[in-house]
């Protein structure tokens, strides 16, 4: 056989080959590929410091610069939120934390514990430097706001830890806003008010300065028998949200995170932000508020062993303030 003749042997071997592999091999599909939309996180705060420490996220999220695409509602009042999140409005929400400990119950636990996200903002403020410890309230009257509330269930665990409960006289006042009018003009000499009311009348009134700060004297008051602290502010979240959307969830606690390391570095900026959103009307007030308000985030193993002896002390005080019982440990959203 000449070379010719061989190599047209080698082409058609190879052609045939070919052949045999392309009819072996499963022919190519053509697939479509989509992009699931992110999912939209509805967020719901309050108009005071849990508000405050959303801030930057809600600038982000305008900005569109976050990860998760957002909506947000700000409120006054907790009730509001309440109803949202029973009516399934809102998938993570600013509450007080007891009210939290007493929306997990009447929702049959369908909701979670976040985070933690202020700690106390309560202050006693003084015309006159009589008082520099909780022993020298002895003998006193505090007007004060909160009745029935953690500020109330509070004061009173700090005047029973001293041993003065029944020696200072606590007058209550209907609202916030009430007792803060009658302190700025000069009418009241002790009161036991909130931030950022506090801020507000020291601005109003140069005469007041903080006598007590609550959350430091309740520290102390704790140190060394539990890992309490006065922490009155939370974020939670709807149970089935966070079993679905796991990611959007971590994504939020990141970001939320952020948020409030900014707003607690940059005070100036943040107050602005705040302003811009309607927290507070007054920008340079903000400033001036947000080192008081101890805006944290706190959650996971740390949230629960902060907030359970924080919750005994209040189911001790009232177990109505709490929803009747302690909150089991799936109330907290630990991943």
């Given amino acids: 056989m000449n070379k010719k003749a061989r190599g047209m042997i080698?082409?058609?071997?190879?052609?045939?080959?070919?052949a045999m592999l392309s009819a072996c091999t499963p022919a190519a599909t053509t697939t479509t590929t989509t992009t699931q939309a992110p999912v939209t996180?509805?967020?719901?705060?309050?108009?005071?410091?849990?508000?405050?420490?959303?801030?930057?996220?809600?600038?982000d999220s305008d900005?569109?610069?976050?990860?998760?695409?957002?909506t947000f509602s700000l409120t006054s009042t907790p009730d509001d939120i309440v109803a949202q999140v029973s009516s399934g409005?809102?998938?993570?929400?600013?509450?007080?934390?007891?009210?939290?400990?007493?929306?997990?119950?009447k929702t049959s636990q369908n909701i979670q514990l976040l985070a933690i996200n202020t700690l106390g903002v309560l202050y006693i403020l003084e015309q006159g430097d009589t008082v520099t410890s909780l022993q020298d309230l002895a003998g006193k009257e505090i007007l004060a706001s909160g009745q029935g509330a953690t500020p109330e269930y509070a004061i009173n665990e700090l005047l029973s830890?001293?041993?003065?409960?029944?020696?200072?006289?606590v007058t209550y006042k209907?609202?916030?806003?009430?007792?803060?009018?009658?302190?700025?003009?000069?009418?009241?000499?002790?009161?036991?008010?909130?931030?950022?009311?506090?801020?507000?009348?020291l601005?109003?009134?140069?005469?007041?300065?903080?006598?007590?700060?609550?959350?430091?004297?309740?520290?102390?008051?704790?140190?060394?028998?539990?890992?309490?602290?006065?922490?009155?502010?939370?974020?939670?979240?709807?149970k089935?949200?966070?079993?679905?959307?796991?990611?959007?969830?971590?994504?939020?606690l990141e970001e939320y995170q952020s948020s409030v390391a900014y707003v607690n570095a940059n005070t100036e900026q943040a107050g602005a932000l705040v302003a811009q959103y309607k927290i507070m009307g007054d920008a340079a007030l903000a400033a001036k508020a947000i080192p008081n308000c101890y805006i944290v985030l706190i959650d996971g193993d740390a949230m629960q062993k902060t907030l359970e002896p924080f919750y005994q002390v209040l189911l001790d005080a009232n177990p109505k303030s709490i929803g009747g019982k302690l909150p089991d440990a799936d109330f907290y959203y630990v991943p």
Avoid at 93 to 105: R, S
Avoid at 161 to 169: F, K, L, M, S, Y
Avoid at 187 to 199: H, K, R
Wanted: aromatic share 4%.
């Fill in 89 to 105: 409005q809102v998938d993570i929400a600013a509450l007080p934390t007891n009210m939290a400990a007493i929306l997990y119950q």
């Fill in 240 to 252: 089935a949200f966070a079993s679905q959307h796991p990611q959007a969830v971590k994504t939020f």
């Fill in 174 to 201: 209907t609202e916030h806003q009430e007792l803060a009018t009658l302190a700025a003009s000069g009418q009241a000499d002790l009161v036991l008010l909130p931030e950022p009311f506090v801020t507000t009348v």
């Fill in 63 to 70: 900005a569109k610069t976050t990860q998760n695409a957002y």
């Fill in 41 to 59: 996180v509805r967020v719901a705060g309050l108009n005071g410091p849990t508000g405050i420490g959303l801030v930057k996220l809600m600038a």
């Fill in 161 to 169: 830890q001293a041993g003065i409960q029944d020696q200072v006289t």
């Fill in 10 to 18: 080698v082409i058609l071997s190879l052609t045939l080959a070919l």
């Fill in 203 to 238: 601005n109003k009134n140069p005469k007041l300065r903080i006598a007590l700060d609550l959350t430091e004297v309740w520290q102390k008051v704790h140190e060394g028998k539990n890992e309490s602290e006065l922490a009155m502010g939370c974020m939670i979240v709807s």
